[in-house]
């Protein structure tokens, strides 16, 4: 199992910017496929955000995040870590943001396929 620990949420003002991260470790980081970033509003279903390949050769958006979130990865031999870029940033994407990661290589990837998840990191934007 891989543990995953997001980083860098927090409140910013509409039209702002933010980063979140995600590192990756244990001894199976080297078997996963992708990871990706979903997020949780309150009263509302975890969606999915966006998702890049291992190798960094892959990325996959959310139609809502499309040209104002940007997904990176960093892999090295027994880590990962991912960040996601956020711009222009809107009140509608407040949320717990999660990251996740698979071992399963379909792509793009499927919600059921992340086995490994994050405890999340809370962004807050303000109109």
């Known amino acids: 199992q891989v543990q995953l620990v997001e980083s860098g949420g927090g409140l910013v003002q509409a039209g702002g910017s933010l980063g979140l991260s995600c590192a990756a470790s244990g001894h199976t980081t080297s078997v996963y496929y992708a990871m990706g970033w979903y997020r949780q509003a309150p009263g509302k279903e975890r969606e999915f955000v966006a998702a890049?390949?291992?190798?960094?050769?892959?990325?996959?958006?959310a139609d809502s995040v499309k040209g104002r979130f940007t997904i990176t990865g960093d892999n090295a031999k027994n880590t990962m870590t991912m960040s996601l870029q956020m711009n222009s940033l809107k009140p509608e994407d407040t949320a717990v943001y999660y990251c996740a990661a698979t071992n399963f290589p379909r792509w793009p990837p499927l919600r059921q396929d992340f086995g490994s998840w994050g405890q999340g990191t809370q962004v807050i934007v303000s109109s």
């Open positions: 890049i390949t291992r190798s960094g050769g892959r990325t996959y958006y």
